[in-house]
């Protein structure tokens, strides 16, 4: 991760840490910024997918689920951004849906992760679970406003986090290992 990317995702952590506390004393008049927000946020990432999927990597081995994460990301927030008259309720739900897609999304990378043999994948694993369980803990307590409300702003918190401890982490590099790995094969038989 280059330094400026680890800026950039210390600098959403904290501002998904001040948004979810924001969301916990002033629930009603936040949920309209929230969702603006969230939704112009989630336009500008699936955009920025696709552009790096026309420009960098239309051609690299599995750049077909760039495309298709960036399809996805771009109509999430579209459709984010419309639900700005929805009563509260429902979008408890769809936060909720959301919590719960990407918890999913996290557990299918771990597993992938595990696959490869990757030590980082039990982090990846809990990252899932922990967004399963809050997506849970929402439909449980759906009649309780108050209760949904702290319990998905400890998820923003929790994921703003991650995030800043995630732009500290230490990451492997595969890709450059594995062509290092494979030069050195080809000279070794060639010898």
């Known amino acids: 991760m280059t330094k400026t ?3 950039i ?10 948004a979810a506390i924001i ?3 002033i629930p009603e008049e936040a949920y309209p910024l929230v969702i603006i927000v969230l939704g112009i946020g989630l336009a500008i990432r699936g955009i920025t997918r696709l552009i790096n999927y026309f420009v960098l990597s239309s051609r690299s081995v599995g750049s077909t689920r760039l495309l298709y994460d960036g399809i996805l990301i771009l109509d999430l927030g579209i459709f984010t951004s ?8 429902y979008l408890m739900i769809y936060f909720a849906g959301l919590y719960f897609f990407y918890g999913v999304i996290d557990i299918l990378s771990a597993m992938d992760s595990k696959k490869l043999e990757s030590p980082h994948f039990k982090y990846k694993l809990l990252q899932g679970l922990m967004n399963v369980l809050i997506a849970v803990l929402c439909i449980v307590f ?3 406003k108050d209760i949904v409300i702290f319990i998905y702003c400890g998820g923003i918190i929790y994921n703003g986090i991650v995030k800043i401890v995630n732009a500290f982490r230490k990451t492997d590099m595969v890709f450059e290992d594995a062509s290092v790995n494979t030069v050195d094969a080809v000279e070794e038989k060639q010898q």
Do not use: C, E, T, Y
């Open 142 to 144: 759906i009649q309780h």
């Open 23 to 25: 969301l916990m004393f």
């Open 9 to 18: 995702n210390v600098l959403w952590g904290v501002l998904m840490i001040l």
């Open 5 to 7: 990317r680890k800026i």
């Open 82 to 89: 419309a639900l700005i008259d929805v009563p509260v309720f």
